[in-house]
């Protein structure tokens, strides 16, 4: 039986011998957020001419892409689950389309066939001694597409750090490696997503979200402004759990400092549970091998029926525009998409259907609007 080094270094090739497996016609996806392979994404865009129908998957690209230039994605399929500055313009020109999801149950179209996944490109870390790589700071729903395609190609990063949890791959479930051809320049996540720091009106709804936080509860906090403020009010609350999508800036600072310890947490107690970390450089390099960190299938974390069992749950979201009947919409404004779905409705049912749970939306996390739009 051959060590995983020997695995290692026949599965180890030039980024374009590994992109020749794609044939025209295949259905290509490609990680989320800080899975994006940057080296091989960019090489495919170079290889697109000699590839007519391609159908190409995606989420909440953190650069442009080639596929994601308006003229270009007009030419293939190109969807997309989560739409940031990089993407939008594609999606206004219509020539990149929304992918609707539950993320609580995506992929499994994909991983019961249903629907084919042809080729899944990826980031990981070097592998440790025993020959596992990691996905790093953002799991999502990585590891169930690397069980779904057909062929996994893993672009390695040198500076991925290693978390704990469902993270980690095995080299042997990689039909191909390379090696990224730059290193990665990676700020504030939260900020490179295209969100604004909170404002005075953040502030003051945050203040009166903070108030329903109370000591030993379990947090799910969204991506947004109001609920990035609330952070600011967690230093007086003592001993919470975290359960939730992302981890975002600050966060990690808490868990530090003892306010957030899990005790109390009714599943996986004293862990702080995610499948991404939205943070700052602090936040990458306290996870890097932190038990205190568990990174879970987005399949798992989103999970109402999960959630749910989580006593004294809390799930702090944003809202970008609510109607006057109390409609709230987190994804578009009208008929323009914006974001996407995420997991704010799994986390607002699964809370509500706990333990003295609580479902907590910020109505005017302002920073979301397009120029021009007033909230």
Same mark, same amino acid.
């Given at each position: 039986m051959a060590s995983w080094q020997t695995r290692y270094r026949d599965k180890l090739v030039s980024i374009d011998d590994a992109l020749q497996v794609i044939q025209p016609g295949q259905t290509v996806a490609f990680g989320m957020n800080g899975n994006i392979p940057a080296g091989l994404c960019h090489a495919l865009g170079k290889r697109l001419p000699s590839l007519p129908g391609l159908h190409l998957m995606g989420s909440g690209a953190l650069e442009p892409l080639p596929f994601h230039q308006p003229d270009v994605a007009a030419q293939y399929s190109v969807q997309d689950m989560f739409l940031t500055a990089a993407t939008r313009p594609a999606m206004k020109q219509r020539s990149l389309d929304f992918l609707p999801f539950t993320t609580a149950l995506w992929p499994s179209d994909l991983l019961d066939r249903s629907r084919p996944l042809d080729v899944f490109l990826t980031s990981v870390s070097p592998p440790d001694e025993h020959g596992y790589?990691?996905?790093? !700071?953002?799991?999502?729903?990585?590891?169930?597409?690397?069980?779904?395609?057909?062929v996994v190609i893993a672009e390695v990063?040198?500076?991925?750090? %290693? =978390?704990?949890?469902?993270?980690?791959?095995? %080299?042997s479930q990689f039909d191909y490696l390379v090696e990224k051809p730059q290193a990665t320049v990676l700020g504030d996540v939260t900020t490179t997503m295209g969100f604004a720091s909170p404002s005075d009106l953040d502030r &003051?709804? $945050?203040?009166? $979200?903070?108030?329903?936080?109370?000591?030993?509860?379990?947090? &799910?906090?969204?991506a947004? =402004?109001?609920?990035m403020a609330v952070v600011d009010y967690l230093k007086e609350k003592n001993d919470l759990g975290l359960h939730s999508e992302i981890c975002p800036t600050g966060i990690p600072q808490l868990i530090a400092a003892g306010n957030i310890n899990g005790q109390y947490k009714t599943l996986?107690?004293?862990?702080? %549970?995610?499948t991404a970390l939205w943070g700052?450089?602090? $936040?990458?390099? !306290?996870?890097?091998?932190?038990?205190?960190?568990?990174?879970?299938?987005m399949r798992y974390?989103?999970?109402?029926?999960?959630?749910? &069992?989580?006593?004294?749950m809390i799930a702090i979201n944003n809202a970008l525009t609510i109607d006057l009947t109390g409609q709230v919409t987190a994804e578009s404004f009208g008929p323009q998409m914006y974001s996407g779905i995420g997991g704010q409705w799994d986390f607002m049912i699964g809370a509500?259907?706990?333990?003295?749970?609580?479902? %907590? =939306?910020?109505a005017f996390g302002n920073s979301y609007a397009p120029q021009g739009t007033s909230l």
């Open positions: 790589c990691n996905f790093g !700071f953002m799991l999502w729903a990585s590891a169930d597409l690397a069980e779904a395609a057909a990063d040198e500076d991925h750090i %290693v =978390t704990y949890g469902d993270s980690h791959i095995h %080299v &003051q709804i $945050a203040a009166h $979200a903070s108030a329903l936080i109370r000591d030993g509860d379990t947090l &799910q906090l969204g947004g =402004t109001v609920s996986n107690p004293r862990k702080a %549970v995610c700052d450089e602090f $936040a990458l390099d !306290f996870a890097h091998l932190n038990p205190a960190i568990e990174l879970h299938r974390t989103n999970n109402p029926r999960i959630i749910a &069992q989580h006593d004294n509500q259907l706990a333990k003295n749970g609580r479902a %907590v =939306t910020g």
